[in-house]
């Protein structure tokens, strides 16, 4: 498995503004992925972060909105810009290991309360 | 696209009960399954996987589950809940070629002392 941090672990914030989320994992991995979890329901991807490519992004989630970075094989940053109260969810990043056998792993998340 | 669907979202259970919690998936490829279980306060752990092989496979804390093709399940089962169970319990699958999962809606388990 992998030892996976995120920060911040909450925060508040205003409509309007943009959180940028940090992720470090432990070891090197190729890929990561950003899911967000809205209050109740289940985890939704919202894109694939590859180092040194630009990010694939699900249906219904756009670059402007959550830009990524992955600027090293140990870390990602997930921006949710211009937010909104509809923003408020739990982010998560993982990753991905095992090779063919590829089993995904989370870190503890983000929980983004927008007023 | 592929969907995962959990049927039992809310499950409440005493000690020693038996608990087997449905999974079932829409894609008609190969496919790798997963349950994942979210304790309260907690993140997101895996309990156990599939890749192939025997289809019955067993994970963490006493936890198995069965994957049966013909049914596109892949149910998670435990003969003897405790307390210590009561969480969210999330089926996943990720489709072959894929790098991603999907996960179900989660099924919330309580168990009462």
């Known amino acids: 498995s992998a030892v996976i941090s995120q920060k911040p672990s909450r925060d508040i914030c205003q409509r309007g503004t943009s959180l940028t989320i940090q992720c470090q994992v432990d070891s090197q991995v190729t890929m990561m992925f950003w899911y967000r979890q809205q209050p109740g329901q289940s985890l939704t991807l919202i894109a694939t972060?590859?180092?040194?490519?630009?990010?694939?992004?699900e249906s219904g989630f756009v670059i402007d909105k959550f830009p990524i970075s992955r600027p090293n094989l140990t870390f990602s940053t997930l921006t949710v810009s211009n937010m909104s109260p509809e923003d408020s969810s739990i982010y998560l990043c993982?990753?991905?290991?095992?090779?063919?056998?590829?089993?995904?792993?989370f870190g503890p998340g983000t929980r983004l309360l927008v007023l | 696209a592929q969907s995962v669907s959990q049927h039992n979202h809310h499950v409440i259970l005493s000690e020693a009960a038996s608990l087997e919690l449905g999974c079932n998936y829409s894609y008609g490829g190969t496919v790798n399954l997963f349950w994942y279980v979210q304790y309260p306060g907690q993140h997101l752990q895996l309990l156990l996987k599939?890749?192939?092989?025997?289809?019955l496979v067993k994970g963490i804390k006493g936890f198995e589950a069965e994957f049966i093709k013909s049914k596109f399940s892949f149910n998670l089962r435990k003969p003897s809940v405790q307390w210590s169970d009561t969480a969210e319990y999330f089926c996943a699958v990720r489709a072959t070629g894929r790098r991603a999962l999907t996960f179900g809606s989660g099924t919330r388990l309580q168990v009462q002392p």
């Open positions: 972060a590859n180092q040194g490519s630009e990010a694939t992004y």
């Open positions: 599939y890749f192939s092989g025997d289809p």
């Open positions: 993982s990753v991905g290991l095992g090779g063919t056998k590829e089993t995904q792993y």
